[in-house]
T-cell receptor, first 111, second 115 residues
Framework: QKEVEQDPGPLSVPEGAIVSLNCTYS??????FMWYRQYSRKGPELLMY????GNKEDGRFTAQVDKSSKYISLFIRDSQPSDSATYLC???????????FGGGTRVLVKP | ETGVTQSPTHLIKTRGQQVTLRCSSQ?????VSWYQQALGQGPQFIFQ???????GRGNFPPRFSGLQFPNYSSELNVNALELDDSALYLC??????????????FGPGTRLTVT
């Protein structure tokens, strides 16, 4: 069993819809959580990070962490075709230490 | 402020050869981490360097080695290349564990193809 599980998709939504992404994890030692966006053949771009449980909002993006359920989510409001990419969740046990990634979810926003 | 840069962009090598990949960290960052991303998968942690010392290693064999220089740039060396080493190699820089900061910023990657 992988430490971090993520549905590979693809997830196809119409432009303007809410995109809902999530990851589950098995190791309760994870303390901080990140979401990255990766376009084809490019490096991952940091979108959101949260420490411990709770919600965080930044523009069209909302990240949620539920440590009791070992479940994290990312919501993208008013999705645009430019949001079409692979979204990776990542988590770490100590500040500045290694990140453990999910396998990524491919998202396609159709105009 | 400059971001993370990596060179070369693409590389084709033959099985058994050796390769060196390079990374320049973001301005002000003293920690560099290397990841391997196979096609269709998430990145896998190779190792991390903090102030020129190895600071953690993932489940990769010793033929994967690295260096960090006084200016915090870094190299990843892979000896005796195997076909399965074909992947996107990503470098990420961060402020390091003593800063209490945990964001890691990635470069564009080096795509290695082993034939």
């Amino acid at each position: 069993q992988k430490e971090v599980e993520q549905d590979p998709g693809p997830l196809s939504v119409p432009e303007g819809a809410i995109v809902s992404l999530n990851c589950t994890y098995s190791n309760s030692a994870f303390q901080y959580f990140m979401w990255y966006r990766q376009y084809s053949r490019k490096g991952p771009e940091l979108l959101m990070y949260t420490y411990s449980s709770g919600n965080k909002e930044d523009g069209r993006f909302t990240a949620q962490v539920d440590k009791s359920s070992k479940y994290i989510s990312l919501f993208i409001r008013d999705s645009q075709p430019s949001d079409s990419a692979t979204y990776l969740c990542a988590m770490g046990k100590a500040a500045g230490n290694k990140l453990t990634f999910g396998g990524g979810t491919r998202v396609l926003v159709k105009p | 402020e400059t971001g993370v840069t990596q060179s070369p962009t693409h590389l084709i090598k033959t099985r058994g050869q050796q390769v060196t990949l390079r990374c320049s960290s973001q301005s002000g960052h003293n920690t560099v981490s290397w990841y391997q991303q196979a096609l269709g998968q998430g990145p896998q942690f190779i190792f991390q360097y903090y102030r020129e010392e190895e600071n953690g290693r993932g489940n990769f064999p010793p033929r994967f080695s690295g260096l960090q220089f006084p200016n915090y740039s870094s190299e990843l060396n892979v000896n005796a290349l195997e076909l399965d080493d074909s992947a996107l190699y990503l470098c990420a820089s961060s402020l390091g564990s003593t800063s209490g900061s945990y964001e890691q910023y990635f470069g564009p990657g080096t795509r290695l193809t082993v034939t």
